[in-house]
């Protein structure tokens, strides 16, 4: 007849609630704490495979291939032949005009200060130069340390104005009139200047009688080449000098 079996209610407990009201079998199904249960022993189940790790013969592996990749490097590093080095590339060196271009530059500026000076120094009036040089001038006659000093200065400077004067009158400017007039007045005015500092009444030192009698020879020559006007400013400042060398006209 074959062996005991357990009732559906001793196994389950469910035989009779299997059916529904018109005896009609409906699928089992278990309750929310038995879902519950099973989801933590399949995930207790998982966690047990990833607690184990890589197997011990994987890792064996592993360990040899990447001991061989080192070794391979290593022997291939030690029988490199590291590339050889660039030598230096000798700088070229600058052609001998690049090296005397600063001599050369400093040799114009010289040469350019030299033909400034000289070109100033023998400028006349109506020259572009001629205000530089009229400002030298003053500067120098401003530095003078005393009367003498100032008095010997002046005399230069009158002196200027009669060679300015005779170059003047061969020039062919056509304002060399007035040039010539304003240069005389300026001639006359400095040498009042320098002889009222050096003579006194009744009196005339060396250096005035050689500046007035050196003065007459510079204009008395003059005078036929100027014109009326000029020629009367001449002959004034002659008369006045005159005193001062010792002998009439």
Do not use: C
Request: hydrophobic fraction near 35%; proline fraction near 8%; avoid cysteine.
């Amino acid at each position: 007849m074959g062996g005991w079996r357990p009732s559906r209610r001793a196994r389950g407990g469910s035989g009779a609630r299997a059916r529904d009201a018109s005896g009609r079998r409906v699928p089992f199904r278990r309750g929310p704490a038995a879902r519950a249960r099973g989801v933590v022993a399949r995930l207790t189940g998982v966690r047990s495979r990833l607690d184990g790790g890589p197997r011990p013969e994987f890792r064996e592996r592993l360990r040899a291939e990447l001991m061989r990749a080192h070794a391979a490097e290593r022997a291939a590093g030690r029988h490199a032949t590291p590339p050889a080095a660039e030598p230096p590339r000798p700088r070229p060196r600058p052609s001998l005009l690049v090296r005397l271009r600063p001599l050369l530059v400093l040799g114009v500026l010289l040469g350019g200060m030299f033909w400034t000076g000289v070109r100033t120094y023998h400028s006349v009036p109506g020259e572009s130069l001629y205000p530089l040089k009229r400002l030298a001038e003053a500067t120098v006659l401003d530095l003078s340390y005393d009367e003498q000093e100032l008095a010997r200065r002046e005399m230069v400077a009158a002196r200027q104005r009669a060679a300015e004067t005779a170059s003047l009158v061969g020039a062919s400017a056509p304002d060399s009139r007035r040039l010539i007039a304003q240069t005389l007045d300026d001639m006359e005015t400095t040498t009042r200047s320098a002889l009222s500092r050096v003579a006194r009444p009744g009196q005339t030192s060396g250096d005035a009688r050689k500046f007035a009698r050196e003065q007459r020879n510079l204009v008395e020559p003059l005078l036929p080449k100027l014109d009326q006007e000029n020629r009367d400013k001449a002959n004034q400042y002659l008369s006045y000098i005159d005193s001062f060398t010792g002998s009439g006209r």
